[in-house]
């Protein structure tokens, strides 16, 4: 598939080079590798010229980098106005948990740290987190375990920004979230129904199913990435 493509879609062929090139009457990857090599490094020199002859068969010695992999997945939220109602920043956290949980499934990695950042009116942040002793993929999980982490919090001036974070990730493929019997009838169940949720929004879109915190007089309204219920996207 290179011999049609031009010589600057290699790696390395800069404007000048393919003016170079054309001047010798090379200006695809199919004549720069019938091109003889002694003639290639006497136009180009011993090592740009060896290098694209090289490149021309598809030859590239370059190391690979591996592709980064997340080391942490979270939402957050910042409210047009303080939240002081508890059960609304129950809720709340919920949602970003639902959210988390489904990226954590998508990317197939369970989460053995959790944290929960909260922004309060006068804009002091707090963050606070737990390390589990079973990784976890459930938003129902997460959303209990930070939930939790509220009780060493003073939210009585106000929330204005809420966040759930997950991280130290272990691969899901490996099995650990199978460790069913150490986690409960209930939470094995809800795992199961997390699965079909998915399953339910990648066909039908984010908001045709899910849990009932994202619940709204509007209908559903689950956390999206870069998405703020007061910002210009909220209404849609």
Known sequence: FLDKLPV????GVGPATVK???QLGITTVSELRTF???????ALGKVQGAHLHRLSFGIDERSVEPTHEAKSISNEETFANDLFD???VHSEISRLSDSVGKRLRGSENLARTLSLKVRLSDFSTLVRSVTLPNPTDSGKVIARETIALLDTIDLSIGV?????????FSQAKNGLQLSF????TNDREWRETEDAIDSIRSKYGPDSIGVASTLTEKGLNSKKRGIQQWGPESSK
């Open 8 to 11: 600057k879609a290699l790696w």
């Open 181 to 184: 019997d150490e986690i409960g």
């Open 20 to 22: 170079r090139l054309a």
């Open 86 to 88: 508890l059960p609304r």
């Open 160 to 168: 204005r920004l809420l966040g759930v974070g997950a991280s130290k």
């Open 36 to 42: 003889p090599l002694g003639a290639l490094k006497d």
